[in-house]
């Protein structure tokens, strides 16, 4: 099994399949969830092989496509993984990353068991706030038909995913790396969500 070879196969194809996606899961998204899980994990004593793996492939067959069939992902990587020549322990690992990887809001306890896998989920987490977050949400949001914002909070707008999920995310981060990047991320989401609400009433200003 040549690790390396089977990394840089497993980044062409999902950089691939991924370009020009438009919801907030494209290549790019991968990329970043990808290094930072490699920089959380240079902090931790895990198998890095696993980590990028994990990262790369943890949304190849995302839910929400698939009718919320969780078994897709696993399938999908696992028929990846064994067409570049991983070995089965190599897979078992990697699927269990895939199948729990999903971003699921607060409410669902993660089941996510090995260290890999919680690398993973909070590299994947930290690309859902701070800026990047923002133009993910608004992207996602937009893809779904979704005002920016309504001032009730009734119908289902983008700053109130900000209070569902976003604000959320940093009590959910499993490492001590993930929490202090989220901590700053998050600080970000406030001062923007401050900032928006007094701009949307058109006139407002922060300082006057
Ligand atoms: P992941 O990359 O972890 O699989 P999701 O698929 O849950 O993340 O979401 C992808 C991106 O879309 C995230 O940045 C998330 O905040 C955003 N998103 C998910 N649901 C909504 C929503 N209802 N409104 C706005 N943004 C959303
Ligand atoms: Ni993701």
Known sequence: MDKEKIIQ???EYI????SGEGTGHDWW????????AIHIAN????????????ALLHDIADHKFHGGDHSVGPEEARKWLSSVGAD?????????????ASFKGSGSKSKMESLEGKIVQDADRLDA???????????YGGSLGRPLHDNDNKKDSTVNHFYEKLLK?????????????????????EEYLKRF???????????D
Request: with cysteine.
């Open 15 to 18: 950089e691939g399949k991924f």
């Open 88 to 100: 089965e322990d190599t897979i078992q690992k990697v699927c269990h990353i895939v199948e729990h």
């Open 9 to 11: 196969q497993t980044q």
């Open 29 to 36: 998204h991968i990329y970043r969830v990808w290094t930072m």
């Open 43 to 54: 902090k931790e004593k895990v198998d890095l092989f696993i980590v990028e793996l994990g």
């Open 129 to 139: 706030i701070g800026a990047i977050g923002i133009a993910r949400a608004f992207a």
């Open 197 to 207: 609400l007094v701009e949307w009433e058109g006139v407002g200003k922060i300082k």
């Open 169 to 189: 995310v940093k009590d959910l981060m499993n490492t001590k790396t993930g929490k202090e990047i989220a901590e700053e991320r998050h600080q970000y989401l």
